[in-house]
T-cell receptor
Framework: GQQVMQIPQYQHVQEGEDFTTYCNSSTTLSNIQWYKQRPGGHPVFLIQLVKSGEVKKQKRLTFQFGEAKKNSSLHITATQTTDVGTYFCAGRGSNYQLIWGAGTKLIIKP | NAGVTQTPKFQVLKTGQSMTLQCAQDMNHNSMYWYRQDPGMGLRLIYYSASEGTTDKGEVPNGYNVSRLNKREFSLRLESAAPSQTSVYFC????????????????FGNGTRLTVT
């Protein structure tokens, strides 16, 4: 079946360092959504990418959708404590269902 | 405007007991979903309702049943709970202009943390 692999599973960074998470699909996606889940909370929608090669920015967050629409990334510049949480990608497959990555947990080292 | 409301927030069941998780949304959304979340596995779709009056199985439907009571409410029932159903359950909705299969983002409830002993 269709799968979306998300790596890494965890990333420990010092506050101020950058963070990146990657998603790779086994098949072409029609779009991809990104969500953030704070510890103990629920997923909250961040952004959606639809076009091949699309790049969108939200302040310190940069989202990219690959040219083949099979991969995507989220990059956070100069992490802050408020960025802590788990970041999920969810790709829209050929059967219209969302296929979720397993998430990348961002941990800020004290 | 409460968004998506789930009850209860926490529940402990013994193996074999039954329970219903309730979900209601006040955003006039067409589509509603039930997910379970287990550590390291992301979100897995249990059942969804593309529109009022319809329900369909997702990725992991075994051991669950659902009811789309009306446009606002979508409940999830565990008839005979098993330890493998220990998880965090999230209800979500999309719409109103778009629904299942569209580009609409999901709006999630706060979740129900279920433990089956």
């Amino acid at each position: 079946g269709q799968q979306v692999m998300q790596i890494p599973q965890y990333q420990h960074v010092q506050e101020g360092e950058d963070f990146t998470t990657y998603c790779n699909s086994s098949t072409t996606l029609s779009n991809i959504q990104w969500y953030k889940q704070r510890p103990g909370g629920h997923p909250v929608f961040l952004i959606q990418l639809v076009k091949s090669g699309e790049v969108k920015k939200q302040k310190r967050l940069t989202f990219q959708f690959g040219e083949a629409k099979k991969n995507s990334s989220l990059h956070i510049t100069a992490t802050q404590t408020t960025d802590v949480g788990t970041y999920f990608c969810a790709g829209r497959g050929s059967n219209y269902q969302l296929i979720w990555g397993a998430g990348t947990k961002l941990i800020i080292k004290p | 405007n409460a968004g998506v409301t789930q009850t209860p927030k926490f529940q402990v069941l013994k193996t074999g007991q039954s329970m219903t998780l309730q979900c209601a949304q006040d955003m006039n959304h067409n589509s509603m979903y039930w997910y379970r979340q287990d550590p390291g596995m992301g979100l897995r779709l249990i059942y969804y309702s593309a529109s009022e009056g319809t329900t369909d199985k997702g990725e992991v439907p075994n051991g669950y049943n659902v009811s789309r009571l009306n446009k606002r409410e979508f409940s999830l029932r565990l008839e005979s709970a098993a330890p493998s159903q220990t998880s965090v359950y999230f209800c979500a909705s999309t719409g109103p202009s778009g629904g299942y299969g569209t580009n609409s983002p999901l709006h999630f409830g706060n979740g129900t943390r279920l433990t089956v002993t």
